[in-house]
């Protein structure tokens, strides 16, 4: 199967089983579940699930074994979406491609989507009763608090109209958005049963696949189109975020953008045949437009 | 021990287990640590929490049993009085006797914060490793969801300035506070190995208790002392909450919450001299002036 083929697929399995999860519109209080699902689908790239699935597959495990986490670490990354897009933090009114959640709920009823869709990662994650249930859980859990999302979410805002080192943006990106997609691949090696090694592997895949992904998110607020994005573009300037090319220029960090995909490639062609899927995950992160 | 005794004590040992679990505030990124350990301490009267102790102990379990879920549920009930004072939700500027997290962090660290406890107590409660963790993970967080608290908060931001049914007030008060405090008493009781006649016990106990405790804190807005409550009062009536005294009166709101209360001592004493405790309690909260 090829890349495209494949990230369809997977997209749609899980997508049907985030609607399976999570509580129907026509369950009270209508207004909290209607907002839920509004954020959470259609949906941007799936990038995370679907590595998590790939990763599992890719060291002998099926999709079965890994989807509840796979659609837990989708609830976690759109809850930090929802909170994210708040007037309070970075105030972006649109988010894949339509309204952000508060502009279409309000504030309130966006802020407690997020909590609820984090708190529902949690039930997701109890639920689906694995045997390496402990080390899935504070994998994803170390990965998403101050130690991981939360904590590049808040030097993020923290460092926002300010000069920064090279070394805080790196903080930044690893822990802002490197951290859930890392442990995304981590998961999927743990669901499998994989050895040390292989999970250690993944973690490395994870975190350079992801450091080369938010660097070219970087890139593309210069350069990408709007509406291939799905929201607003060339803001990070205006609101005086840090940046790979805001700090480095655009030249280098198309480099070193490369240069972590590549390592990621490299990791994950390591596993030959089996590796191929996120072999070409790698590839294609390094070359994607939106 | 007498009450007082009891509650000093244990709201001690809950204050260092808290401390010991929680991130120093000298741990990087400092801001979002000292934000979180501000609203954590000194903290108010720690019910909940003890109330899990408390069952715990009075069906024949140890503190060191159910301490790590107490200090998860303080967490959770931390995590929503942030969430629940920001600006866009009630707009509450003070909290405990001194100034809510937003008015004191901004909002973005507040929200961050509210975030951030919440995943701690997952943290938490994974890592205290009890043999009866899974229903008690799931009763806690089904008691925190859109099935819960939230569910609670949400119903409550939705009525504010509306004419609501005694129907949905009871809903707002079953979910935004007995939940969390009903959820307390029978993880207490699960920490315990109780059968689970005493864990429904413990549970029906809890949301009589809650639902006294809601309806005296609606009672105490319209008649209570500022200084001992340590938060804003007199302010449903000119923000639209609904409560009991606007919906029922004050002379039958008296009544009602007495009735409650009456309920959970009676369960409580079914108990004999090992529930002694959790009968003070009870009776206790029919009694409260803050």
Same mark, same amino acid.
């Given at each position: 199967?090829?890349l495209k083929?494949?990230?369809?697929? !997977?997209r749609k399995?899980?997508?049907?089983?985030l609607?399976d999860?999570? =509580?129907? =519109?026509t369950?009270?209080?209508?207004?909290?579940?209607r907002?839920?699902? @509004?954020?959470?689908f259609?949906?941007?790239?799936?990038?995370r699930p679907i &590595? $998590?699935i790939?990763s599992?597959?890719? &060291?002998?495990g099926k999709?079965?074994?890994?989807?509840?986490?796979?659609?837990?670490?989708?609830?976690?990354? /759109?809850?930090?979406?929802?909170h994210?897009?708040l007037p309070?933090?970075?105030?972006?009114d /649109?988010r894949?491609g339509? =309204?952000?959640?508060? !502009? $279409?709920?309000?504030?309130?009823?966006?802020?407690? $989507?997020?909590?609820?869709?984090? /708190?529902?990662?949690?039930? #997701?994650i109890?639920s689906?009763?694995?045997k390496?249930?402990?080390?899935?859980?504070?994998?994803? @859990?170390?990965?998403?608090? #101050?130690?991981g999302?939360? %904590?590049g979410?808040?030097?993020?805002?923290?460092?926002?109209?300010?000069?920064?080192?090279?070394?805080?943006?790196?903080?930044?990106?690893k822990?802002?958005?490197?951290?859930l997609i890392?442990?995304?691949?981590e998961i999927g090696?743990?669901?499998? %049963?994989?050895?040390l090694?292989?999970v +250690?592997n993944?973690r490395k895949?994870?975190?350079?696949?992801g450091m080369?992904f938010?660097? #070219?998110?970087?890139?593309?607020?210069?350069?990408?189109?709007?509406? !291939?994005?799905?929201k607003? &573009?060339?803001?990070?300037?205006?609101? %005086?975020?840090? /940046?790979? =090319?805001? &700090?480095?220029?655009? +030249?280098?960090s198309i480099?070193?953008a490369?240069?972590?995909?590549r +390592?990621?490639a !490299?990791?994950?062609s390591?596993? %030959?045949?089996?590796g191929?899927?996120? #072999? +070409?995950?790698?590839?294609?992160?390094?070359?994607?437009?939106?």
């Open positions: 199967m090829n083929s494949y990230l369809q697929k !997977k399995g899980i997508n049907r089983k609607s999860i999570l =509580p129907r =519109p369950k009270y209080p209508y207004e909290i579940h907002a839920m699902r @509004y954020s959470i259609p949906g941007g790239k799936r990038i &590595l $998590a790939a599992c597959e890719a &060291l002998g999709e079965k074994d890994v989807i509840a986490y796979a659609c837990a670490i989708e609830m976690i990354h /759109t809850y930090s979406l929802i994210d897009d309070a933090m970075d105030n972006d /649109t894949r339509k =309204p952000a959640c508060h !502009k $279409a709920f309000g504030e309130a009823i966006a802020i407690l $989507a997020g909590d609820a869709l984090l /708190t529902y990662s949690l039930q #997701t109890i689906a009763n694995h390496n249930f402990e080390k899935i859980a504070i994998c994803l @859990y170390n990965n998403s608090s #101050t130690t999302l939360i %904590g979410q808040v030097m993020d805002i923290l460092s926002e109209g300010k000069k920064i080192s090279s070394k805080t943006l790196n903080y930044i990106h822990n802002k958005t490197a951290a890392s442990c995304s691949a090696a743990l669901s499998a %049963g994989a050895n090694k292989d +250690e993944m895949y994870g975190i350079n696949l080369a938010q660097i #070219t998110d970087d890139i593309l607020d210069v350069k990408g189109d709007e509406k !291939k994005a799905g607003k &573009l060339r803001k990070d300037l205006s609101a %005086g975020k840090n /940046t790979y =090319p805001g &700090l480095h220029g655009l +030249e280098k480099h070193i490369k240069k972590y995909s +390592e990621a !490299k990791i994950a390591s596993y %030959g045949r089996k191929k899927i996120l #072999t +070409e995950i790698a590839n294609f992160i390094s070359k994607r437009t939106s």
